[in-house]
C-alpha cells in the first residue's frame, strides 16, 4: 500500500485551469483517468487524509504511485481527452459500461456501388448508415423482410452477386420480386441507389410520404382498371404498415431522441437506452457497470454519453437526449454533444406528458436489467461457493457459513415497530424459513433495543427446540417459546410460528445459522452479540452491515472491515442485507395500513362488512352514527334492536376521533361525509382539503 504524500506533487506546481489528469500505479500503467474545471482544486481532494476518504477512493490513491496531467483550453477539450484516455489505457479503476451481448444494426452499405442491406455487429464503418440497435437479429430480418416488397434493395453477399453477374442469372429473390437485380442490370446502378435511399428515408420516420404515394398510385392503377397492379400496390402498403406496427408510436411530431435511465445500487449501475426516431422505438440497449469510484447518477449519465457518441458524428447523435439526472456540470457536456452532431443537441431530464411517461418505461427497464444480472450473478454455484469462503475469510470464521440470517428493524417514526429475519442457505434465499416480529418489550424508536430484543427472542426459540427435541440437556432451562407474529411462506401464504410437533415439517427455529448479519453499525452488533452471550449461546458469529460505506462490523472491534469492492462476499452480504430491509419495511407497511383501517365497528360481534358499509351509508360518516340514537340506527337494513344497541355501546366507549384543522386559519373543519370508519384523522390544507399522509416512497425519509 503506497502512502499518496510519497507522490504528492510541490505546492504551485498543479495549474489552477482546465485538463485532464491520470494516476500511474508502481508499473507505469494508468489506473484511473479523471477531468477537471481546476486541476489544482481537483488533484487538492486526493491528497488528504486517507482515513476520511470513501473506500473506493482510498483504494485508487493507495494503488497509485504517481500522477500527471494535461493543460486543455476548455472543458469541452477535456472531455473529449477524457473519453480518448479511457478507451486508450482502459484504467481499472474508471467507469466502464460493458454490453452483455453485442447488439446487431440493420445496416446499408452506401460505400459501395450496389448499396446492400444486411445485419452487422461489431464497430462501424464509415459510409455505412445503421439502424438500431434492436435486441434480436431476426427482428432485423423480419423488418427487412417486410420491406423488401416495396424497397427491393440488393441483401446478397459479394460473391452471390458476382457469380449470379456471370451466369447472368439472379438469385431467387430477383425472381420473387424482393430484390430488383441489378447483378444482370434489371436496374441501373443509379436507379438501384435511389431504392436504398428510399429504404433509408423510411428507416428514419419519414414513413406517411411513401403510403400516401402508394395509396395514390393504387387509385390511378383502379380507375385504369389495372387491377392486378393495384392489388399488387395494395399489398406493398400492408407490408409497410406492418412494419410501422412492430415499432408503435410513443412521442408525437416524429421526435428524434435518446432515453437514458439509470438503475444503481452501491456498487453496481444498470443503463437502459431506447432510441426514439420518427416517433417511434427503433433500438434498445443496455449496459452494466461495477462502480469502481465514488459516483453520482448525474457522472454516470456523463460515462454513459460517452460511451454512446464518443465515435458518432451527424444524425447519429439526435436533436433531443432525454436523462434522468443531468451533468455537473451540463454545459461542457452538451457543447460536446452538439459539436458531434454539428447542430444543437437539448440535454433535459423530462418533466412532464408523453416523454415523462416513457421515461419512466425506460427506467422499469433498466430496474428490471440491473435484477436480472444480479439474479444470474448469484445463481452461479462458483460465485456463490467464492462469496461464502470470502466471508468466511474476513470474518476469521472456521468454516463458509452455509446459513446465514439477517435481522433488520423497521418502523415510521417510532410506530408500528416491527423486525424482520431472512435466510439464506448456500448463498441462496429460503423464503419459506423467513420470519417477521412485532417488537413487544417497549413502546417508541430504539432500534439497538429492539435488535437484542428480536436475537434474543429467536435463539429462545431454538433453545427451546433443542431441549424438546433432546439435543439440548444443559441444567439450565429454556424459556417458554413465544407466540410470535404470523409467518409468510415462499409462496406467500400465512403459516403459524409454534414448533412442529412429529408430522414430519421441519421445525421453525431449530436450525442455528453459522453467521448472524444485522443491519447496521457497532451498536446493533454489540446488541446482538450481547443477547447471543445471555443465553450461552457462543458458536454462532455476529457481523453488521453499515448502508452508508457498506462496512462490516465485527463484536469488540473499533475498526470496521472493508471488503474490496469487487468481493463476491460483499455482493453477496449486501443482497442478505436488502433483502431483509425489502422484508422488515412489506411488513411494517402492512401494519400501518391495518391501523389506519381500524374502526370501532370491528369491535362489534357479529357485525360484517356488508352492515358496516350499509351503516356508513346510511349516516354518512362515523360522527353522525355515533350521535345516533338506537331507535334511528334500528332503520338501517338488517340492524336489529339488539345489534343496535351492541354498536351504540362500543362506539359510547370508543373515544371520538380528534378533528381536522385547517393549518392556514387554524378553523376546526366538519368531518366529511363518508370518512372511513376509524381512518386516522388527518389536516387539512390551505385550501380546506384533506392532506393525505404520504406514500411510503414519498415519506422514505422517515422510514426505516
Given at each position: 500500500m503506497v502512502d499518496p504524500s510519497s507522490y504528492r506533487p510541490k505546492p504551485g506546481e498543479i495549474p489552477d485551469t482546465p485538463g485532464v489528469y491520470r494516476f500511474r500505479d508502481e508499473h507505469r500503467r494508468v489506473i484511473y483517468v479523471g477531468k477537471a474545471k481546476s486541476l489544482r482544486q481537483r488533484l487538492a481532494n486526493y491528497f488528504q487524509d486517507v482515513a476520511g476518504m470513501h473506500p473506493r477512493t482510498r483504494s485508487m490513491v493507495t494503488t497509485a504511485a504517481s500522477v500527471e496531467w494535461t493543460v486543455v483550453s476548455t472543458e469541452v477539450e477535456a472531455l473529449q481527452l477524457e473519453y480518448s484516455w479511457i478507451k486508450e489505457y482502459d484504467p481499472r479503476f474508471n467507469v466502464k459500461y460493458r454490453d452483455d451481448k453485442s447488439y446487431p444494426y440493420l445496416a446499408v452499405t452506401m460505400n459501395e456501388e450496389y448499396p446492400r442491406v444486411q445485419v452487422m455487429r461489431g464497430h462501424k464503418k464509415k459510409g455505412v448508415r445503421y439502424f438500431g440497435p434492436y435486441g434480436h437479429a431476426w427482428a432485423i430480418r423480419d423488418t427487412v423482410d417486410l420491406l423488401l416488397r416495396v424497397f427491393p434493395v440488393r441483401t446478397c453477399s459479394a460473391g452471390v452477386f458476382k457469380n449470379a453477374a456471370r451466369t447472368g442469372r439472379p438469385c431467387l429473390l430477383g425472381y420473387i420480386g424482393k430484390c430488383s437485380a441489378p447483378c444482370v442490370d434489371r436496374v441501373s446502378a443509379e436507379e438501384h441507389r435511389e431504392l436504398a435511399d428510399e429504404f433509408c428515408d423510411f428507416m428514419t420516420g419519414r414513413t406517411n410520404t411513401y403510403i400516401r404515394r402508394l395509396e395514390k398510385q393504387m387509385g390511378e392503377a383502379a380507375e385504369e382498371m389495372e387491377y392486378e397492379r393495384a392489388a399488387r400496390l395494395r399489398d406493398d402498403i400492408g407490408a409497410l404498415k406492418k412494419a410501422m406496427e412492430k415499432s408503435a408510436v410513443v412521442l408525437a411530431d416524429a421526435t428524434d431522441a435518446d432515453l437514458i435511465a439509470v438503475a444503481e445500487d452501491e456498487l453496481e449501475a444498470a443503463v437502459q437506452i431506447f432510441h426514439v426516431r420518427g416517433g417511434r422505438v427503433r433500438g434498445q440497449r443496455g449496459w452494466v457497470t461495477d462502480k469502481v469510484e465514488e459516483i453520482t447518477t448525474g457522472a454516470l449519465v456523463e460515462h454513459a454519453l460517452q460511451q454512446l457518441y464518443g465515435e458518432e458524428t451527424g444524425d447519429a447523435v439526435p436533436k433531443e437526449v432525454l436523462v434522468p439526472a443531468l451533468p455537473d456540470p451540463v454545459e461542457p457536456v452538451q457543447e460536446w454533444l452538439t459539436g458531434r452532431r454539428g447542430s444543437i443537441v437539448s440535454l433535459r431530464v423530462p418533466q412532464r406528458g408523453d416523454k415523462k411517461a416513457l421515461m419512466e418505461t425506460v427506467q422499469r427497464n433498466a430496474q428490471q436489467a440491473l435484477v436480472l444480472h444480479k439474479t444470474k450473478r448469484a445463481s452461479d454455484l462458483t460465485t456463490r461457493s467464492r462469496a461464502l469462503e470470502e466471508i468466511a475469510d474476513a470474518l476469521d470464521l472456521d468454516s463458509a457459513p452455509l446459513r446465514i440470517e439477517c435481522y433488520d428493524i423497521s418502523h415510521l417514526q417510532g410506530d408500528d415497530v416491527v423486525a424482520s429475519m431472512v435466510v439464506f442457505e448456500d448463498g441462496l434465499a429460503r423464503k419459506s424459513e423467513y420470519r417477521r416480529f412485532q417488537i413487544k418489550g417497549f413502546a417508541g424508536q430504539d432500534d439497538v433495543r429492539s435488535m437484542h430484543e428480536v436475537i434474543t427472542r429467536r435463539f429462545r426459540r431454538y433453545l427451546a427446540e433443542k431441549e424438546k427435541t433432546g439435543e439440548w440437556t444443559d441444567g439450565e432451562g429454556a424459556d417458554t417459546p413465544e407466540d410470535d407474529t404470523p409467518e409468510i411462506n415462499s409462496h406467500g401464504e400465512i403459516v403459524g410460528t409454534g414448533p412442529t410437533e412429529d408430522d414430519g415439517r421441519p421445525r421453525k427455529f431449530a436450525y442455528p445459522p453459522q453467521l448472524v448479519v444485522v443491519d447496521g453499525g457497532a451498536p446493533q452488533v454489540v446488541a446482538a452479540r450481547r443477547a447471543l452471550d445471555e443465553l450461552g449461546i457462543d458458536d454462532i458469529a455476529v457481523c453488521g452491515l453499515a448502508?452508508?460505506?457498506?462496512?462490516?462490523?465485527?463484536?469488540?472491534?473499533?475498526?470496521?472491515?472493508?471488503?474490496?469492492?469487487?468481493?463476491?462476499?460483499?455482493?453477496?452480504?449486501?443482497?442478505?442485507?436488502?433483502?431483509?430491509?425489502?422484508?422488515?419495511?412489506?411488513?411494517?407497511?402492512?401494519?400501518?395500513?391495518?391501523?389506519?383501517?381500524?374502526?370501532?365497528?370491528?369491535?362489534?360481534?357479529?357485525?360484517?362488512?356488508?352492515?358496516?358499509?350499509?351503516?356508513?351509508?346510511?349516516?354518512?360518516?362515523?360522527?353522525?352514527?355515533?350521535?345516533?340514537?338506537?331507535?334511528?340506527?334500528?332503520?338501517?337494513?338488517?340492524?336489529?334492536?339488539?345489534?343496535?344497541?351492541?354498536?351504540?355501546?362500543?362506539?359510547?366507549?370508543?373515544?371520538?376521533?380528534?378533528?381536522?384543522?385547517?393549518?392556514?386559519?387554524g378553523e376546526i373543519m366538519e368531518e366529511e361525509p363518508g370518512t372511513e370508519a376509524g381512518s386516522e384523522p388527518g389536516t387539512m390544507g390551505s385550501s380546506g382539503e384533506p392532506v393525505t399522509m404520504g406514500a411510503p416512497d414519498e415519506r422514505r425519509g422517515q422510514e426505516t
Open positions: 448502508k452508508r460505506l457498506e462496512e462490516v462490523w465485527l463484536p469488540g472491534d473499533d475498526d470496521p472491515v472493508i471488503l474490496p469492492r469487487t468481493s463476491e462476499g460483499l455482493y453477496l452480504l449486501q443482497r442478505v442485507r436488502d433483502e431483509a430491509h425489502r422484508f422488515a419495511i412489506t411488513y411494517q407497511r402492512a401494519k400501518r395500513a391495518k391501523r389506519f383501517r381500524s374502526s370501532p365497528l370491528d369491535d362489534v360481534p357479529g357485525l360484517g362488512d356488508t352492515r358496516k358499509q350499509a351503516l356508513l351509508k346510511h349516516f354518512g360518516s362515523l360522527k353522525k352514527l355515533r350521535s345516533a340514537t338506537i331507535d334511528q340506527i334500528c332503520e338501517v337494513p338488517g340492524i336489529g334492536r339488539k345489534t343496535a344497541e351492541t354498536i351504540a355501546a362500543a362506539l359510547a366507549q370508543a373515544a371520538p376521533a380528534a378533528p381536522a384543522v385547517n393549518t392556514a386559519t
